[in-house]
């Protein structure tokens, strides 16, 4: 046997034992019209992809060693695409966060599907800062990873190649994987425990898109208001064109929305706008999106 089929050999074990201690912690979760995967938290709890998930409110889950156990929701975090879970299950440990993953590096994508663990690895493609869904949430780093994942494998688990867990994984454009960290996962988790919701950031206004405000950049004007909404309470009127949030400039009512995430309730944002052509500043404490 040559060095290159040794280490080759070497490789292929290490990939298939690595695939094995991560799918101990990987279910399968079924509703009535789908099945993903799913990872076990901790005790007790599952967490997987939000958007795989139909709108019902119990699953069934395939455990590790076949067995199939009732899950109920216990919460949904869009902003983020983290579901949670609940099921009776033995004692589950904490699974170890990896280090923060460097481009290059590999990654293990591992779901279960009918026959099993499902499983892809490829490189971290794509490694960078913090950044905000298209929904609001915070997402603390954004890792896109060199492959592609299979329906079933959504929400299952990215392991770094000791073992250690990177986040969920989630699909994106043309079926890329996308990691939701782990760290996210946890603050998710922790909120959903609690009150089985996230709260969103809420204005109490509708805006609608302006173009050629000063400097040429666009903004959003008031065309309505709650009554009691943050926005009213502040002082702000239908007809005022916001154009900067904090100091950075707002160029469409989208930009309003993205900074109305799920860490932003309770602070205070300053509005600049334009109000009858004159320029002025407002401060908003930002309130909860009330729930339907």
Aim: a neutral charge; aromatic letters at 4%.
């Amino acid at each position: 046997m040559t060095d290159a089929a040794f280490d080759l050999a070497g490789f292929s074990a290490a990939l298939a034992a690595a695939t094995e201690k991560a799918a101990a912690r990987v279910v399968m979760v079924e509703g009535a019209h789908e099945a993903l995967s799913g990872v076990l938290w901790r005790t007790g709890l599952v967490v997987t992809a939000h958007e795989g998930l139909s709108g019902d409110e119990e699953f069934t889950v395939v455990m590790p060693d076949g067995t199939r156990k009732s899950a109920t929701i216990i919460g949904r975090d869009p902003s983020t695409d983290v579901a949670l879970l609940k099921l009776e299950t033995g004692e589950v440990g904490e699974w170890p966060a990896a280090a923060a993953p460097k481009v290059g590096s590999l990654a293990l994508a591992v779901g279960r599907g009918e026959n099993g663990p499902i499983t892809a690895f490829g490189p971290v493609s794509e490694a960078g800062p913090a950044w905000r869904s298209m929904r609001g949430g915070l997402i603390d780093a954004r890792l896109v990873l060199g492959l592609r994942l299979v329906g079933r494998a959504e929400g299952g688990a990215v392991v770094a190649a000791d073992g250690s867990l990177i986040g969920l994984a989630v699909t994106g454009p043309r079926r890329r994987a996308i990691v939701i960290p782990a760290s996210t996962i946890g603050r998710a988790v922790a909120t959903l425990s609690d009150k089985g919701y996230v709260a969103r950031g809420y204005l109490g206004v509708s805006l609608h898109p302006v173009t050629g405000q000063a400097g040429g950049s666009g903004g959003a004007i008031v065309v309505g208001l709650e009554p009691q909404g943050p926005a009213a309470k502040a002082g702000l009127v239908v007809g005022d064109i916001i154009t900067t949030w904090n100091g950075e400039a707002v160029e469409s009512v989208g930009a309003v929305s993205r900074r109305l995430g799920t860490d932003v309730v309770g602070q205070t944002a300053k509005l600049g706008l334009v109000r009858g052509g004159n320029a002025t500043e407002l401060d908003v404490t930002i309130g909860e999106r009330p729930r339907a």
